[in-house]
């Protein structure tokens, strides 16, 4: 199985802060990652697709880069509606793994 | 609007059965394979199990295969998750999520999620 392993698992962080989350795949998978942004109390929302690509929905401040076993997640100038717990997952093999999410808390 | 709505979840004793279901609406259902993601609380995600658009592909986690059984209805817009043999460790907040036809299978629309408890 391909592991996804994040960094860092929290984060505190402050209204217009720039945040970067790390994602790491065991093996290489092409750029099969997705980013999902889970609210406290929530249902997890797709947020990136493919490493880079933006839902339409998905505020331009949110950015994904990488490809082969290193992404990133890149918020750039943190919101208020961004305090979430955030997910890389990768799509390129069964069985479809999640990294261990990364928290963003207000500092 | 699409949506995905679960239902079925509830308190089951170890080595119990349960069925859990997902609704779907506002969507071409039989037109995109779905799955199976829990949430264990406090825990983060995780996938547990793959259905193709016609059923003809059906994949599980390693952690609950030969215990759960993935299928779908598309005449009736559902696709269920039949769990035998319940652990403490299956409780989770159990959600269904559609696969992507466009975003590199990507989970692009979740329910809203139903909770299983496994205790005695």
């Known amino acids: 199985d391909i592991q996804m392993t994040q960094s860092p698992s929290s984060l505190s962080a402050s209204v217009g802060d720039r945040v970067t989350i790390t994602c790491r795949a065991s093996?290489?998978?092409?750029?099969?990652l997705n980013w999902y942004q889970q609210i406290p109390g929530k249902t997890p929302k797709l947020l990136i697709y493919?490493?880079?690509s933006l839902l339409s929905a998905v505020p331009s401040r949110f950015s994904g880069s990488g490809s082969g076993t290193e992404f990133t997640l890149t918020i750039s100038s943190l919101q208020p509606e961004d305090f979430a717990t955030y997910y890389c997952?990768?799509?390129?093999?069964?069985?479809?793994?999640f990294g261990q999410g990364t928290k963003v808390e207000i500092k | 609007e699409v949506q995905l709505v679960e239902s079925g979840g509830g308190l089951v004793q170890p080595g119990g059965s349960l069925r859990v279901s997902c609704a779907a609406s506002?969507?071409?259902?039989?037109?995109?394979?779905m799955n199976w993601v829990r949430q264990a609380p406090g825990k983060g995600l995780e996938w547990i199990s793959y259905?193709?658009?016609?059923?003809?592909?059906?994949y599980y986690a390693a952690s609950v295969r030969g215990r759960f059984t993935i299928s779908r209805d598309n005449a009736k817009n559902s696709l269920y998750l039949q769990m035998n043999s319940l652990r403490a460790e299956d409780t989770a907040v159990y959600y269904c999520?559609?696969?992507?036809?466009?975003?590199?299978?990507?989970?692009?629309?979740w329910g809203r999620g139903t909770l299983v408890i496994v205790s005695s």
């Open positions: 999520a559609r696969v992507s036809g466009s975003y590199f299978d990507a989970f692009d629309i």
């Open positions: 506002g969507f071409t259902f039989n037109s995109f394979a």
């Open positions: 259905i193709s658009s016609r059923s003809n592909t059906i």
């Open positions: 093996q290489s998978i092409s750029n099969y």
């Open positions: 493919a490493a880079y």
């Open positions: 997952q990768q799509s390129y093999t069964t069985p479809w793994t």
